[in-house]
C-alpha cells in the first residue's frame, strides 16, 4: 500500500514499476484528496486497476482479509501533513 504524496508521480511510476517486476500481485494506492484507495492487481507484468474505494471503510477477502477504516486513514494522512 502506497500513500500518495506531493505529486505522486513517484509512488505512481517508479515504485509499481519494482513492484510489478517483483511480482507482488496487488497493489494499493490510497489518495488524500479525496480520500479514495485504488486497488491494482498484477495481471502479466503490469498492474490493472479493479477497484476504487471511497466512503468510510473497505472489507476485502483477497488476498487476505482486511477491514479498513477510511476516516482513521484520513486522520493518519492529516497527522503526517501536520508533521512536515
Given at each position: 500500500?502506497?500513500?500518495?504524496?506531493?505529486?505522486g508521480?513517484?509512488?505512481?511510476?517508479?515504485?509499481?514499476?519494482?513492484?510489478?517486476?517483483?511480482?507482488?500481485?496487488?497493489?494499493?494506492?490510497?489518495?488524500?484528496?479525496?480520500?479514495?484507495?485504488?486497488?491494482?492487481?498484477?495481471?502479466?507484468?503490469?498492474?490493472?486497476?479493479?477497484?476504487?474505494?471511497?466512503?468510510?471503510?473497505?472489507?476485502?477477502?483477497?488476498?487476505?482479509?482486511?477491514?479498513?477504516d477510511?476516516?482513521?486513514?484520513?486522520?493518519a494522512?492529516?497527522?503526517?501533513?501536520?508533521?512536515?
Amino acid at each position: 500500500m502506497e500513500i500518495i504524496s506531493g505529486s505522486g508521480r513517484y509512488d505512481r511510476d517508479h515504485e509499481r514499476r519494482i513492484y510489478a517486476a517483483g511480482g507482488i500481485p496487488t497493489y494499493w494506492m490510497v489518495e488524500v484528496d479525496p480520500l479514495r484507495i485504488l486497488v491494482h492487481r498484477l495481471a502479466g507484468h503490469w498492474y490493472q486497476p479493479t477497484e476504487v474505494v471511497t466512503g468510510d471503510g473497505l472489507v476485502i477477502t483477497e488476498p487476505f482479509e482486511a477491514k479498513v477504516d477510511l476516516r482513521a486513514v484520513h486522520r493518519a494522512a492529516e497527522a503526517m501533513d501536520d508533521d512536515e
